[in-house]
């Protein structure tokens, strides 16, 4: 995009509803765009009276005509010379465009903080204002959407906020792979390095998917000590911590372990129903009461992109339909959903753990369902059954039906078999504290 003539554009434009003195007055030292970044397209004023006029009389104007110029979602802001890190006059400013690839919206104002992410959110902010000195990498970990992503974001956005001559770069480490792969296969490196080097801050997302890619490891592993060593923030988040991230080098994991570790945990039921209400506040003005949010709350605890996915088909529904929000209309909304998630949990539990157990004892799923008698089959199908018993506490004629189809006295039978051998035999007691600790 070009940003500088979107810029030439628009003032063309506001000319038109403007007085040709005051326009001249204001706007004829104002022509160019010194930098964009992160949606925000830097606009160099000729000092700060005219700054402040922009910013006080004709921003919002201006980001108007913007808008109707471009589908993307882009904001003037004015700076002076002062604020941009150079010894050329003004004049002489080249333009800088960098892709810092953030989501405006990822912000520390927009991010609500609870029991269970409150470590990592101060962290984060610290890191974000003191940089490396704070700590180097800054790792944070915890599952699928919990917020991982968000807060490291918040980290490079806020770091630009105070300083847009910061070059902050956020990257996904799938993208980070197939840059670099590119690169290898062409043997063209200088798009790489013109992306990867001079940064002051990169935020690396989903670390775990650099397993097996040693080639990009070694890469990665050169930019951490590039970066490391200049003291330049390093942010990385994983699912897990960094001592349990297997087929990546030691000399990387290691290096991780050299900053903070923090991780988020789930919501607690509280923290979830904040976040429904900043939510709620932020997306729409349509009036949700608090036992709608309650109930979302309630019923969604594990992820808190499911859980506003939640709230939206609630507001959707409420919309298609035409009426006002009510618990009986939640209850409709999210029906299916619900009645969705909670067989999905179940069944991929079990299946879980039969798989588990196939691989354990070198035999296929199939065999522990089917009715082959010998004991290579019959010893882990026992435990199967053992396992749903004890573990998930389900019905015996639920168990039958889930080991395909057997009569409930047979599971009981196998069940008691094998609570007798837990006693006797060393074997199989160690072969299900195995098990079982895969499971978890
Ligand atoms: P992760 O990267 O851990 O999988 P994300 O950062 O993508 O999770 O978060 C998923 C969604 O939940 C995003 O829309 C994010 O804005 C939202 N979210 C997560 N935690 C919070 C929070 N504490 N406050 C507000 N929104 C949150
Ligand atoms: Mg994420």
């Known amino acids: ?250 000399r990387l994991t290691s290096r991780f372990a050299w900053g903070m570790p923090v991780d988020i945990e789930k919501p607690d039921q509280e923290l979830r129903f904040q976040i429904l209400k900043r939510k709620l506040i932020e997306s729409t003005d349509q009036v949700v009461p608090d036992n709608v949010l309650e109930y979302i709350a309630k019923n969604f605890t594990d992820n808190i992109r499911e859980l506003e996915g939640a709230l939206r088909r609630v507001l959707g529904y409420a919309v298609t339909f035409d009426t006002d929000v009510t618990l009986d209309l939640a209850h409709e909304a999210l029906q299916t959903l619900l009645k969705n998630k909670a067989n999905d949990g179940e069944d991929s539990d079990y299946e879980k753990l039969m798989s588990i157990v196939a691989d354990f004892y070198q035999i296929e799923v199939a065999n522990l369902l089917g009715s082959k008698r010998s004991a290579k089959f019959t010893t882990p199908r026992h435990i199967v059954m053992y396992i749903l018993k004890t573990k998930y506490n389900l019905p015996y004629k639920k168990i039958g039906f889930l080991m395909g189809g057997r009569d409930h006295t047979t599971v009981i039978s196998a069940v008691e078999k094998i609570s007798l051998q837990m006693k006797q035999d060393m074997e199989i007691k160690i072969a299900i504290d195995t098990i079982l600790k895969k499971i978890n």
């Open 1 to 250: 995009m070009d940003y500088q003539s979107l810029w030439l554009q628009t003032k063309e434009e506001i000319s038109h509803s403007l007085d040709p003195a005051a326009f001249d007055a204001t706007f004829s030292k104002v022509n160019t765009v010194v930098k964009t970044i992160n949606g925000s397209v830097y606009v160099l004023c000729p000092n700060i009276l005219i700054k402040t006029k922009m910013n006080k009389i004709y921003i919002n104007h201006l980001n108007e005509i913007l808008q109707t110029l471009t589908n993307e979602r882009l904001k003037f802001k004015f700076v002076t010379s002062d604020e941009v890190t150079t010894k050329e006059t003004p004049e002489e400013i080249k333009p800088i465009y960098f892709q810092s690839n953030l989501r405006p919206e990822y912000t520390f104002e927009s991010f609500v903080a609870g029991d269970s992410n409150k470590l990592a959110y101060r962290n984060a902010m610290q890191c974000a204002t003191q940089g490396s000195f704070f700590a180097n990498p800054l790792y944070i970990f915890g599952g699928v959407g919990l917020g991982k992503t968000h807060l490291m974001q918040a980290i490079g956005n806020a770091m630009l906020d105070n300083d847009i001559n910061k070059k902050v770069l956020y990257v996904e480490t799938q993208d980070f792979i197939d840059d670099y792969s590119k690169a290898a296969k062409s043997g063209q490196f200088s798009q790489f390095e013109e992306k990867y080097s001079a940064l002051d801050a990169i935020l690396v997302d989903d670390i775990q998917m650099l397993s097996n890619a040693p080639k990009c490891q070694e890469q990665f592993f050169k930019l951490f000590n590039d970066m490391y060593n200049n003291q330049k923030l390093i942010v990385i988040t994983s699912d897990r911590p960094a001592n349990k991230l297997s087929n990546i080098m030691d």
